[in-house]
């Protein structure tokens, strides 16, 4: 039976230089009100000290909450972690070398409680190769106060693997929605079913503990038992926290479309104004294939989705978040990692098995920097340890990688008229860079295994050709050499079919996504029909 205990007393529990791992998104799956105590504590004895704090997804509020409260020299020794950008005084303390930070991918490490569970030396994947994860680039290491090396490349049956070896794990801290007096878990409440169960199990075949948050305690024996999520076997603390230290997610305490309870009309969504970003989601769509599954990044790749619903071409496609969701329409901001109407909820492990595999047909995510050689940078630039949370495992594998963003940043603005595009002012900063300043996605990598890759701007389109940017479509409007080559740290490869961008994405009206997407199935019928054809006549 687990032992019901206040916040302060099971931060009371945890021992110097323990490894601490935790199982949450933004704030879905984050005891917060553990992490409030455990800081505390620390703040006012200095203990406990020196901790590794292990977690695979971004945790906080972009503001104070989540991993914000590890937040202090001395309190956290080594963070090893997929993403630190939603709390900034977590990732001000690891860019400045206030401990130890290893990035590792987020799929990686929500999949690695299942080897330590099982007492296994550790992850053999491909997921990171090529990447600035590659012990042979930078070992996922984070500022230059981290030493060593906590992943290996290896050979087996004559192809390169990475391993990421297995640690102990002393303390889980998870969270659920009720506990029994037995300490069973369900996550009714909860927007995202995340890695809880292989967390608390590797804690507990570590010789560790597991403290769980919950918001309310019922009696021993009245759970469904297909509702439990985490067994009381493996949940050696509960602690009941208040509601304000409860939050489903980022923006909300709760909301029943995000656990999944009721089913919401989502309305009429607004029109997305004619602007770049309503250029480039224009021209991403285009990219999707009759059935598509699907993964959208952060940002300006969720315009895809938008223009997919103004188009009449949703029901063509299926969304997907790396947190577990599968069907439906994934929220954005505060409440990203949520999603509305969903069909299925599967723990995040599970998911990122599905994508590793080759699960996506299209992926579509952002871009801070590009090189020549179609290498992206999303984890590290300009002072910033934002991390690559799930970016790695999506980009890798996916069969199509779009990526989606302005061609420069920093005040860029536009003029979308007559079908044409006008540059009114150039964004200051430059994306299109002759070296990236960490590698997220390996152009190398993608060229060696055939993956397609696009780059969608708002002014031009380009392919990652025989390892090569190159230049494949033109914005109407546009001048190749003043706003194109002269905004770039490199020269691109040209295409010799060369094209302008379809002109019917710079105007007001729908550009007709949906027959776009069935002429490609009428394709494949066709297609298809002539193979089945060609092999009877054989």
Same mark, same amino acid.
């Given at each position: ?16 230089? *323990? ?17 409030? *105590?455990?800081?505390?504590? !620390? ?117 390169? /693997?990475?391993?990421?070896? &297995? !640690? ?33 199990? *590797? ?28 067994? $009381? ?13 409860? /939050?489903?997610?980022? $923006? &909300? ?67 997907? %978040? ?85 061609? %420069? ?30 590698? &997220? ?13 696009? !780059? ?13 940017? &190159? ?18 740290? !490199? ?33 494949? %019928? ?13």
């Amino acid at each position: 039976m687990a032992k019901v205990v206040t916040a302060e007393q099971a931060a009371a529990l945890i021992k110097d230089g *323990a490894t601490i791992g935790a199982s949450a998104i933004v704030l879905a799956g984050w005891p917060e009100e553990v992490a409030m *105590a455990i800081e505390k504590r !620390f703040l006012e004895t200095e203990h406990p000290k020196g901790l590794t704090f292990t977690h695979a997804s971004g945790i906080g509020d972009w503001k104070t909450k989540g991993a914000s409260h590890f937040a202090h020299p001395g309190l956290v020794k080594r963070w090893i972690g997929a993403h630190t950008g939603l709390a900034p005084a977590m990732a001000k303390m690891i860019i400045e070398g206030g401990c130890e930070g290893f990035c590792l991918p987020q799929g990686v490490i929500c999949q690695l409680w299942r080897e330590i569970a099982a007492k296994r030396p550790g992850l053999i994947t491909k997921i990171g190769l090529g990447t600035f994860v590659d012990p042979r680039l930078e070992g996922g290491r984070m500022n230059s106060n981290t030493h060593g090396d906590i992943v290996k490349v290896i050979e087996l049956q004559g192809e390169e /693997w990475m391993l990421y070896p &297995t !640690f102990p794990v002393d303390v889980a801290i998870i969270r659920g929605t009720l506990a029994d007096e037995d300490g069973n878990l369900t996550a009714d409440d909860e927007g995202v079913l995340m890695e809880c169960l292989p967390l608390a199990q *590797a804690a507990k075949n570590s010789g560790g503990i597991v403290i769980a948050q919950v918001k309310n305690l019922v009696k021993s024996g009245t759970l469904h038992p297909k509702n439990v999520r985490v067994p $009381g076997v493996l949940v050696d603390y509960v602690v009941v926290a208040k509601e304000e230290n409860h /939050w489903q997610s980022g $923006g &909300t305490v709760v909301n029943r479309a995000f656990s999944g309870d009721i089913k919401v009309s989502l309305g009429a969504i607004p029109p997305m104004a004619l602007d770049e970003r309503l250029v480039i989601a224009r021209r991403a769509a285009m990219e999707l294939t009759p059935g598509s599954i699907v993964n959208l990044g952060i940002g300006m790749p969720d315009g895809v989705a938008i223009v997919a619903g103004e188009e009449g071409a949703a029901d063509l496609l299926t969304l997907t %978040t790396e947190a577990g969701a599968i069907g439906g329409v994934p929220a954005g901001g505060e409440n990203f990692a949520m999603s509305f109407n969903a069909q299925a909820f599967v723990e995040q492990q599970a998911q990122f098995d599905w994508y590793d595999g080759g699960g996506l047909d299209q992926a579509f995510l952002g871009a801070a920097e590009v090189d020549e050689h179609g290498n992206v940078n999303v984890s590290k630039f300009k002072g910033r340890c934002v991390g690559c949370g799930g970016f790695i495992n999506i980009t890798q594998n996916a069969k199509k990688v779009v990526y989606c963003g302005t061609f %420069t940043a920093g005040g860029l603005k536009v003029k979308v008229a007559d079908g044409k595009l006008v540059i009114l002012q150039e964004g200051k900063g430059k994306k299109y860079v002759k070296t990236v300043e960490q590698v &997220t996605f390996s152009g190398a990598y993608a060229n060696k295994t055939g993956q397609p890759v696009l !780059f969608v701007t708002e002014r031009a389109v380009f392919e990652l050709i025989d390892g090569k940017v &190159t230049l494949t479509e033109v914005a109407p409007g546009i001048d190749l050499e003043k706003d194109i080559l002269a905004q770039m740290e !490199f020269t691109p490869a040209i295409s010799p079919h060369l094209k302008p961008m379809p002109a019917e994405l710079f105007q007001p009206n729908l550009f007709g996504l949906r027959k776009i997407i069935e002429t490609k199935k009428n394709a494949a %019928t066709a297609a298809a029909a002539a193979a089945k054809e060609e092999i009877v006549l054989a």
